[in-house]
């Protein structure tokens, strides 16, 4: 099974700042990559899908990048509303794995 | 736009049984496929398997198998996921969630999520 690396595990920023989470496949996995966010009690919200597509309805303050085994997931301007876990995802042979999840908070 | 309904939380004893369901609304439930994703208490998400319902087929994480099993009713637009032989470490919440295809595939919607509780 194709395993996923997520750093850094946590982070503290301040609003404004420009946060970046990046994750790693253990095979290449095409773009096949997603990202979610999920706040506290709630089930998790699709934000990006195939590594760089914004989910509809999603602030464009969120991106994604990369293929391969690389991914990069970015915040361009961190805002309270966007204090959640976020995880990566992939897709390959009829299976998804997750990765651990990076936890962001406010500075 | 798609809506899926979980069932209530459940307690369990080790050792037995548990069905979770989860009743779509909206869209054409024949032509989706549902996933089952866990995520024990402080801990991250899990996917467990998932099934197309026009088809009758699931595949699971090799983690679950053997002891997993998800079903289909389309009949009544329902996915179930029952899990045997439970034990302390199966308590999760347990989501069901629509799987759409893309170049690759991802979840777009997600139910409520439904506790369960393993505990003698």
């Known amino acids: 099974d194709i395993q996923m690396t997520q750093s850094p595990s946590s982070l503290s920023a301040s609003v404004g700042d420009r946060v970046t989470i990046t994750c790693q496949a253990s095979q290449d996995i095409s773009n096949y990559l997603n990202w979610y966010q999920q706040k506290p009690g709630k089930a998790p919200k699709l934000l990006i899908y195939?590594?760089?597509n914004l989910e509809t309805g999603v602030p464009s303050r969120f991106s994604g990048s990369g293929s391969g085994t690389d991914f990069t997931f970015t915040i361009s301007s961190l805002q309270p509303e966007d204090i959640a876990t976020y995880y990566c995802q992939q897709y390959d042979n009829l299976r998804f794995t997750f990765g651990p999840g990076t936890k962001v908070d406010i500075k | 736009q798609v809506q899926l309904v979980q069932s209530g939380a459940e307690v369990k004893k080790p050792g037995s049984s548990v069905k979770v369901s989860c009743k779509a609304s909206?869209?054409?439930?024949?032509?989706?496929?549902i996933s089952w994703v866990r995520q024990a208490p402080g801990q991250g998400l899990e996917w467990m398997g998932r099934?197309?319902?026009?088809?009758?087929?699931?595949n699971y994480a090799q983690k679950f198998q053997g002891r997993v099993t998800i079903t289909a009713d389309k009949s009544t637009s329902t996915a179930y996921m029952e899990l045997s032989s439970l034990r302390s470490e199966d308590t999760a919440v347990y989501y069901c969630?629509?799987?759409?295809?893309?170049?690759?595939?991802?979840?777009?919607?997600w139910g409520q999520g439904t506790l369960v509780t393993v505990s003698s």
């Open positions: 969630a629509r799987d759409h295809d893309s170049s690759g595939w991802y979840h777009d919607y």
């Open positions: 195939d590594a760089s």
């Open positions: 909206g869209g054409t439930f024949s032509s989706y496929t």
């Open positions: 099934i197309i319902p026009i088809l009758g087929i699931a």
